[in-house]
């Protein structure tokens, strides 16, 4: 009974580095997001999957690539790290009327 | 476009005081609305929702929430505050192609 699960919890990153933070989940839902977390600024959509084979950006998407491997899993991708990029990284899933599920999330740090 | 304004970025009340967080959404339509809470390190769970009907939502923890239309509100209130509930409270609105529009978040402080 996991529901969201992300990789890695914590990350440090080099400017200009690149990584991939993973997302699955287990409850066979539809459409996942990602979301930052910046103090003060709330949430933020990045990106979001609403069904397999489907992306689109939300609010935030520069800097960021996403790829829906399959209906369990939704990466989001950094492909040269900056340090406005330091933030925690949130995946969620739902079903339909807005029941999400979020992850534990990532605490990423660009120096 | 849908946002939610979250007036207050700290409260800090007293163990066994009441609450009440601050909530003011904008939304064309009959909003869907949300209060999650997140502890620190941890992620975000859903304290309760409003659909339609009744106004008054009942949610866990004792939490319950009040929508009002005239003015774009939905605030969140506990009577009796424990150092538990010590987290980060954040409303949202749900927005096109089941997505949520968070606020900017308040942060809640109990003290002994």
């Known amino acids: 009974n996991a529901g969201v699960t992300q990789t890695p919890k914590f990350q440090v990153l080099k400017t200009g580095q690149s990584m991939t933070l993973q997302c699955a989940q287990d409850m066979n839902h539809n459409s996942m997001y990602w979301y930052r977390q910046d103090p003060g600024m709330g949430l933020r959509l990045i990106y979001y999957s609403a069904s397999e084979g489907t992306t689109d950006k939300g609010e935030v998407p520069n800097g960021y690539n996403v790829s829906r491997l399959n209906k369990r899993e939704f990466s989001l991708r950094l492909e040269s790290a900056a340090p406005s990029q330091t933030s925690v990284y949130f995946c969620?899933?739902?079903?339909?009327?807005?029941?999400?599920?979020f992850g534990s999330g990532t605490r990423l740090t660009v120096v | 476009a849908q946002s939610v304004t979250q007036p207050d970025i700290h409260i800090t009340v007293s163990e066994g005081a009441s609450l009440e967080l601050r909530c003011n959404y904008s939304y064309g339509a009959t909003p869907y609305l949300f209060w999650y809470v997140q502890s620190p390190g941890q992620g975000l769970q859903l304290l309760l929702k409003y659909f339609s009907g009744d106004t008054l939502v009942q949610g866990i923890k004792g939490f319950e929430a009040e929508f009002k239309r005239s003015q774009s509100s939905f605030n969140l209130r506990k009577p009796s505050v424990h150092w538990s509930d010590a987290a980060e409270y954040f409303c949202a609105v749900g927005a096109n192609g089941n997505k949520l529009v968070f606020g900017a978040g308040t942060i809640l402080r109990v003290k002994s």
């Open positions: 969620a899933s739902s079903v339909t009327n807005y029941g999400y599920t």
